[in-house]
């Protein structure tokens, strides 16, 4: 089964990432055909920076490596580094109605958020399309968000089949509904627009200072505490198996302990859990070639196989090659 999915370079990533998408990554790619890259230039319809372009797509790589992203178990490369993928885009423009585009809510948002539309953030959807379609991608897992890009990748997908046969493999939109949402600080789904995130890679003061701020009610030490309607509860049980929740519970009900003792087991959970994640960028970050010699790799076998099927869909379209 291909598995597909592209990851957008988007700076730091907080707990509520890693909870409701890089662990399913994880568990990807030891149960299924996984191809993962970098949506570089996707990154670029709303990024005019080049400097922090170049810097958050070496950052999101080693980020997600040190995270659990196996190479040798997964297909994991630049999306930049196959171009084929730019061939695809334009030939798809070329079946994509403009209407498809303008209902797209991704680009409507973004635009009444007051972005400046340019082509590219509006065809956005089509270079999507095309990252999907040329490696016969089956699956698709995303956030709810991008649900309508895929559908829109079938949409094209089923215009060129009626034009030349079956020769693009039709896509399907997985969305994790198992996973919860994770809380933020303020009791808020964890987001980076809203500024209620905990940093998986941020130094011990600053955890510190993340969990100490996040949201409780006022019940004093004395009094037990009510576990399931506490922040700080539902983001330590991330950590925890169900004897260990267990007794966190008994601690909430004990009435022996504030607030802060818990927020300070919560950091002491978030910064063991993260360690060897942590050790793993530090290594990265010091051997930075290293990690662009395994994107190198993945993007040739990736281009393997994007190579095969461009050349049959310009036989198919009357591109000479
Ligand atoms: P943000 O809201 O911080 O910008 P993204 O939209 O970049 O996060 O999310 C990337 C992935 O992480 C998506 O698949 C999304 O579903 C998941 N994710 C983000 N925040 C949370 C959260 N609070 N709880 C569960 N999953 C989340
Ligand atoms: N648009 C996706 C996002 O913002 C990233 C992405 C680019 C993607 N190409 C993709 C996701 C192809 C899945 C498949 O998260």
Redesign the pocket.
Known sequence: MRVLTGL?P?GAL?I??Y????RQMKELQDSSDLFIFIANYHALTSLKDSKALKENTLDAAINFLSLGIDPDKSTFWLQSDVKEVLELYWILSSFTPMGLLERAHSYKDKVAKGLTPNHALFSYPVLMAADILLYDSQIVP?????IQHVEITRDIAIKFNNEFGDILTMPQFKVDEE??????IDGA??????GN?IDIFCTNKALKKATGKIVTNSTPIEEPKDYATCNVFALAKLFLDESEQEELKQRYQNGTEGYGHFKMYLKELIWDYFGPARDKREYYLNHKDEVRDILHTGAKKARKLAVEKMEIIKEKVGILS
Not at 19 to 22: A, D, L, P, R, T
Not at 142 to 146: C, E, I, R
Not at 179 to 184: F, L, M, Q, R, Y
Not at 189 to 194: E, G, L, N, T
Request: charged share 15%; proline share 4%; no cysteine.
């Open positions: 957008q988007s907080h509520g990432n909870f409701g998408s890089i995303v956030g709810k968000d991008q996973v919860a949402t994770v809380p933020g789904k964890m987001s980076k627009s809203y995130t």
